[in-house]
């Protein structure tokens, strides 16, 4: 039996790459995005793809219907997200705040409202959400995104103690600087490695997570960062 990823604010980018990767490594993949991206590729993987925000919950709820609709169950749930506003700190203002607490935060809050009955009563689930290195050790280049998202590390702490019992997982993925957009240079001046990373080697983690290789990894905040943070 095929097991069922879904991949959300996937059209394009790590996302993607990942919804290519499950589907190789015999997946079914739902993908969806605002886009209309997420669509066209589910369509060449074979899967199913829907075309909505993840900022609303009616197309969320929707999509996740379909899904169990066409399958009848979600092991995976691959959470990524768009970008909100950047700039100097002060000047962010409060709608930009809030459109961000929606972009980096509640995106993954309203989507587990509805995965997770689903993965409780099949007693197995693994969710990732991309965040971002910026996560523990703020950058000032992405105010909004790191501290946001410090507050989903919180909530998938707290996600991850209380679902376990019902072996659902979750982990955070915190990368760098990865080749689906190119950085400034110097930005990339301050990776030891001297590189940029490649969209593989976040789905290559996403495939272990997605794995029973990787079913004891749960709570966690995993860097795939080049070395740029400094925090031990």
Known sequence: MKRVAVLIAAGSGMGA????TLNKNNFNVAIMSSSGKGEKLAKKLKGFGYTG?????????????????????????????????????LKITDGEWFNSMETYFLNVVRTLRYVTPIMKKQKYGSIINISTYATFEPEKSFPTSGVIRASLSSFSKIYADEYAKYNIRINNILP???????????????????????????SALIKLLSSEEGSYITGQNIRVDGGITRSI
């Open 17 to 20: 790459d990942a919804a290519k």
């Open 176 to 202: 760098g600087f990865i080749d689906s957009i190119k950085p400034k240079t110097e930005f990339l001046k301050r990776v030891p490695l001297n590189r940029v990373g490649k969209v593989s080697e976040i």
């Open 53 to 89: 925000s993840n900022l609303d919950t009616e197309n969320i709820k929707e999509f996740i219907n379909l899904v169990v609709r066409r399958w009848g169950r979600i092991d995976v749930l691959v959470n990524s997200a768009g970008h909100a506003s950047k700039g100097d700190l």
